[in-house]
């Protein structure tokens, strides 16, 4: 199975991938910057995402970890992101099973990089929705978004096939 899996990563990554936000930081997070890309993958997506600058105090055994999720809003516009709206929820589900509750992302000296497969949507289905890092980590129980902190970076998922 894992020479499967690895020719199957090999060939996606290769690929044009069918969705992209590019992320850009808030007015008090400017440093932050990244993208996330959807490739479709199964019956759903495989998600990469890799952001910089993102907050790091530098204090060792401190946890520098961010929530990550996919917005129902089409604008990163407004104070604090405030046009991005609650997650992406097109199910009605309670949160952690919203479709746009992503798996948090962990900063490494402000940087992240992860991939990630998920069922809940195809890349054609957030075209035009909003992908946003929140400053804390997703507690995974509080309604109805998690208690994830402020929006401190966000990125407008486009359309990147022709």
Known sequence: MRKELNSALLTILRTRPSACADLFGSDQYPDIHGFVCFYPFLDGTLAAVEAAGLPDDGQACKQHIFGCHIHEGTDCRGAGFSDTGNHYNPGGCSHPD????????????????ILFYTDRFEPEDII???????????????????????????????????
């Open 98 to 113: 919203h479709a746009g509750d992503l798996p948090p992302l962990f900063g490494n000296n402000g940087y992240t990089l």
């Open 128 to 162: 035009g929705h909003t992908v946003v890092i929140h400053s804390q980590a997703d507690d995974f129980r509080s309604q109805p978004s998690g208690d994830s902190g402020e929006k401190i970076a966000c990125g407008i998922i486009r359309n990147t096939m022709p």
